[in-house]
């Protein structure tokens, strides 16, 4: 069983559909993290938790909403989302929030129709 | 502003041959740099990491990154390439405020046979 669990792996949905992605660690590490892959281009920290808080929100829109129930679970609400906002979202964790370990699951292609 | 840049989007090594993946910084104070591997529909994964200590560091699958303060440069090496070492390299700096790791865009590395 790997450490970071995503699922799902592909998703296709349109501008007025609302799904969510869901991420799970096995880890037992305190921070969980989203990052939004795009080619050729650096990742981008979409939100931070360290302890079920959040601790980072790097101006996000608000048709991404994040939740997270537990240390082991992260959610990413998606909502009337842009044909811009495909991508490969990755989640992560680490032992603690600023530890640069990070543990990646195998992310989520999403497009936006 | 705190970076990383990866100067080549791709480098291509033949197989038995050393290779280098370059990458630079700018921090303030003393950096932590690191490099992770993304293999084709994977998530990253931690290669090696640099906090403190011996320049030359060692990591997984036979990789090493050189630390050079005045060069402010921390560049992959390996010195026999694989077929399966080819695959995408991010390499990345902690930022010094909010302990968030800073991306590079990545080098896509092909190793030919």
């Known amino acids: 069983e790997t450490g970071v669990t995503q699922t799902p792996r592909h998703l296709v949905m349109g501008m007025t559909n609302k799904k969510s992605l869901k991420c799970e660690q096995h880890l037992g590490h305190n921070a969980m993290y989203w990052y939004k892959q795009s080619a050729k281009k650096p990742l981008e920290l979409m939100f931070v938790?360290?302890?079920?808080?959040?601790?980072e929100n790097n101006s996000v829109p608000s048709r991404f909403s994040p939740e997270c129930p537990n240390s082991s679970h992260l959610f990413l609400h998606l909502h009337t989302l842009q044909p811009e906002d495909s991508a490969l979202y990755l989640c992560?964790?680490?032992?603690?929030?600023?530890?640069?370990?990070?543990?990646f699951g195998e992310g989520s292609r999403l497009t936006v129709l | 502003a705190q970076s990383v840049a990866q100067p080549e989007d791709q480098v291509n090594v033949a197989e038995g041959n050393p290779l280098t993946v370059k990458c630079t910084y700018s921090v303030s104070g003393n950096p932590y740099l690191f490099w992770y591997v993304q293999y084709p529909n994977r998530g990253l994964q931690f290669l090696l990491k640099?906090?403190?200590?011996d320049n030359l560091v060692k990591g997984s699958y036979g990789f090493e990154a050189e630390f050079n303060k005045s060069q402010t440069s921390f560049h992959l090496k390996k010195p026999s390439a694989l077929v399966s070492d080819s695959a995408l390299y991010f390499c990345?700096?902690?930022?010094?405020?909010?302990?968030?790791?800073?991306w590079g865009a990545g080098t896509k590395l092909i190793i030919k046979p």
């Open positions: 640099y906090i403190t200590g």
């Open positions: 992560a964790s680490s032992r603690d929030r600023g530890a640069g370990e990070l543990f």
């Open positions: 990345a700096v902690r930022d010094t405020l909010n302990y968030q790791l800073i």
């Open positions: 938790y360290s302890l079920e808080e959040r601790v």
